[in-house]
């Protein structure tokens, strides 16, 4: 049994496990970013009062929602990268690393938009009432009014869409990214003596980055609560 | 029912002002099959004080709602001070800034503190100074007498007290006209006074004002003219001792004995 615990332990002098874990929380504070951006501005588009801007938002949400986040990655990377020789860095993992970001941000905007909407939903329609009878046109009723208490209605759900997102950061292999995935094809390949521990080491990894991620969302959708 | 419209009759303070502020001509709506507003037409004088009363459903909040488009028309045309309501953009947010709105459930900005909320619109729309606003902003609190409750959000004031704010936040625009929504029908009883009391104060110093409202007594006081409305019509207009004491037609004469003898 020791020798197992020994066997375990020289994994991680074989494998640099810490640092594949953090391209997974790079890749994830990034794409969080991106698409935290695109799915409000997404949000607005659904929200808009011009039906043409709906419509696209629509379009945008129910493609990329209904299509597997590793097709996305793959045609980014076989597609855009390789046939378009579009280079985002010229470090060739830079380059890789970018293109998950940016794999990762489309699609999950997609539910950052959505989970927006929802927080929209939240705010009573007598706030965007009162903002426009003050005469605050459709943008910065969105920006001072509206918006700034969706967001705090949508805690909840973002912070559902950031674990997916988290985890979802596992997908990056499929764009060639070694992430914490990708180590973990290798030390199945060339471990396969503690493959049970493999397993527990990724999945306890996950757990640890998630976990204050859930805790956080629960503490701020109470702390930001609109008190109405 | 007969359309028993009887002329305007011209209120002193009304005569004095001249010409009109608000006009609504020969406006109709419709939800769905529902014809909610029929042919309505409807001048206010600058100054004058025109209480709009009736039955639930007869359309009056909705009237009020589209003199600021908050409501869309089908037919006919409403002008503000000349200009007629733009139907859109930048042009009608302009419009809206000069026309004060206050609502039955007051709708004070949730994540403001109250006087952000009054701050807030000359701030962005009129692109006044944060010190000026807010100079401005405290000297109405004081006026609604609210001053010391500035810095609460509006969730921590009474329900009087919320549309004492909504009242300052819309006079913080300085409108030419202010529309109220049923402004005490979300009130407890013992707040509804301090609110008419605001209005009465408002209508004394001159400001023209709409007001949508089941209280009776605020008709009485403060009004130049009360229009009935019923079933989508304005059925009756006149002064309020006039449409009180002798309601010309017998819709009014039924809604008066039913809320006056109780």
Same mark, same amino acid.
């Given at each position: 049994m020791s020798s197992y615990f020994s066997d375990f332990a020289s994994l991680f002098e074989q494998f640099d496990v810490a640092s594949a874990f953090w391209v997974n929380i790079q890749l994830t504070f990034f794409a969080a970013i991106g698409s935290m951006l695109l799915g409000t501005v997404l949000a607005l588009m659904r929200v808009s009062p011009i039906t043409s801007m709906r419509w696209l938002g629509a379009a945008y949400v129910n493609i990329i929602r209904n299509t597997p986040l590793t097709i996305i990655l793959v045609f980014l990377v076989l597609?855009?990268?390789?046939?378009?020789?579009?280079?985002?860095? #010229?470090d060739f993992n830079k380059n890789f690393f970018r293109y998950a970001v940016v794999g990762l941000a489309i699609y999950h905007a997609a539910f950052v938009c959505e989970a927006i909407r929802s927080g929209v939903n939240t705010v009573p329609v007598g706030q965007a009432e009162a903002a426009r009878a003050i005469g605050l046109g459709f943008l910065p009723a969105a920006r001072l009014i509206i918006f700034p208490q969706a967001l705090r209605g949508a805690i909840t759900p973002l912070g559902n869409t950031l674990i997916a997102l988290t985890k979802n950061t596992t997908v990056a292999a499929a764009a060639s990214v070694t992430e914490i995935s990708a180590l973990m094809k290798s030390m199945i390949e060339f471990? #396969?003596?503690v493959i049970i521990a493999v397993f527990l080491t990724v999945a306890i990894g996950f757990v640890l980055i998630v976990v204050p991620v859930g805790l956080l969302t629960t503490w701020a959708s109470r702390k930001f609560a609109v008190v109405r | 029912m007969p359309n028993q419209t009887v002329s305007p009759p011209t209120s002193p303070i009304a005569t004095q002002a001249g010409e009109t502020l608000v006009k609504i001509a020969n406006v109709n709506k419709h939800y769905g099959s529902l014809h909610?507003?029929?042919?309505i037409n409807l001048d206010v004088k600058r100054g004058e004080v025109v209480v709009v009363i009736g039955?639930?459903?007869?359309g009056k909040s909705t009237l009020c709602r589209t003199i600021n488009r908050l409501e869309t028309i089908d037919e006919g045309e409403i002008t503000i001070d000349g200009n007629p309501l733009p139907k859109e953009g930048k042009a009608l947010a302009k419009l809206r800034a000069d026309v004060g709105m206050v609502f039955q459930s007051f709708?004070?900005?949730?994540?403001?503190?109250v006087l952000q909320n009054v701050t807030l619109g000359p701030m962005k729309?009129?692109?006044?100074?944060s010190a000026a606003a807010k100079e401005r902003a405290m000297e109405l609190l004081k006026r609604v007498g609210?001053?010391?409750?500035?810095?609460?959000?509006?969730?921590?004031?009474?329900g009087g007290q919320q549309q004492r704010v909504a009242i300052a936040r819309a006079l913080a625009m300085s409108p030419k006209v202010m529309l109220f929504?049923?402004?005490?029908?979300?009130?407890d009883p013992e707040m509804i006074n301090e609110v008419l009391d605001t209005m009465a104060d408002l209508a004394r110093q001159g400001m023209t004002m709409i007001v949508v409202t089941h209280e009776m007594g605020f008709a009485r006081r403060a009004a130049d003219r009360v229009v009935f409305m019923a079933d989508g019509q304005i059925v009756e207009q006149n002064t309020p001792e006039e449409f009180f004491s002798?309601?010309?037609?017998e819709r009014a004469r039924d809604f008066l004995s039913k809320i006056l003898n109780h």
């Open positions: 597609g855009v990268w390789s046939q378009l020789q579009l280079n985002l860095s #010229p471990r #396969p003596d | 909610v507003l029929k042919n039955p639930s459903g007869s709708n004070l900005f949730a994540h403001k503190s729309v009129r692109g006044k100074s609210v001053d010391n409750q500035a810095e609460k959000l509006p969730a921590q004031l009474s929504d049923e402004p005490t029908s979300a009130l002798n309601p010309q037609s």
